[in-house]
């Protein structure tokens, strides 16, 4: 939009010297050209040939909205108030336009000061640019006052079912202002390129743009449903897994960053003897063993919730669950909220999560 404006500018400044070009030493009305009001005394030292030798990015846009402000109220004192800038200053900063086009654009009147054939040349030549240019601001306000009150979170099909849905009217019911966008997949998306505010994964966060930290563990162990269970006993050991059906992925396991590392490994070892099924994404995981399939590695705490039975108790594993988000994110005073929220109740379930608390959601 910017570039625009320039070469808008640009034209309009070309026509309103063209016109002046016409008869060397005069300007459009044929009057002689005449010293700038902000010179003291002295003539004005600059013309076509400096405008000819400048790049029109040079001539700051600021200096146009200056102009239309003393242009509309007629008065450098009136417009230098509603500024709220000094009168020098803005005298001094309307020398550097003209300069730049040239052309004197104002001259003294008993009222205060009025546009010159060329400061009208260039007030009508650029009105369009100035309602376009408002009509950008408007827009984009409106846009940007949009996104301000909407949130974006990534998060893995389990949190996102089991742990963020549950909390949503908690959220809204402390602040009504935030709109939330879920997006609930398997894989980590990028928070750039998906203009995500946050991302709540499990495991190795694993991307360099991120900020955030971990802010709990979820706790991992073997289920089952009661149907399968009925059919045969349930295992005592690692080893008889050997003797089950297991509910594996159909794709490469993904790298978990644990201290529970050989729980993990001796499950897939398991899964790679005798599978009943493989299936992705994992969140299909749970209802494989709700239709008693075969046994799975869940997480506890979402496994539970879903009526699931754990066996082998005691062999467990568990993955860190990390709020990332970008660094910019707490330039927005709702999503420092939102983090704070999050933040919050991760804290306030942690030993769910981890599987140590069967009540507490």
Partial sequence: MMVIIAIWTHRALSRSLERRRARPGENSSGRANVPSIWDDGGTQASGAADLQATNVTEANWDLFRLFFAVARSGSV?????????????????????????????FFRATS????TPE?????RSAADMMAAFELFQRDLRSRVGKRSSVVRISATEGLTKHWLLPRVRKLHDGN???QLEITSTVTQESLVKSDLDFVIRMGDPGESELIGKRVANVGFGIFASEKYLSTRPAPRTMAD???????GSA???TQIKSPDLKFFANFISAADLRCMVRVTPVINHFAAAVEGLGLACLAIPFARAE???????????????????????????????????LESEFTRS????????????
């Fill in 77 to 105: 004192n009136r417009a230098a108030h509603e500024l709220g800038m000094s009168q020098p200053t803005l005298s001094r900063r309307l020398k550097e336009l003209e300069r730049y086009v040239g052309a004197p654009l």
């Fill in 112 to 115: 205060g000061v009025q546009l």
């Fill in 119 to 123: 400061g009208q040349d260039l007030q």
């Fill in 176 to 178: 009504n202002r935030v």
């Fill in 241 to 247: 897994l050997r003797e089950h059906d297991i509910i």
């Fill in 251 to 253: 794709t490469e396991p």
């Fill in 307 to 341: 009526g699931l039975v754990q066996v082998l108790p005691g062999e467990t594993g568990s993955v860190g669950v990390w709020l990332l988000r970008r660094r910019e994110s707490d330039l927005r005073k709702l999503t420092r909220d939102v983090r704070r929220f």
């Fill in 350 to 361: 942690k030993a769910w999560l981890a599987g140590e608390d069967k009540a507490r959601k």
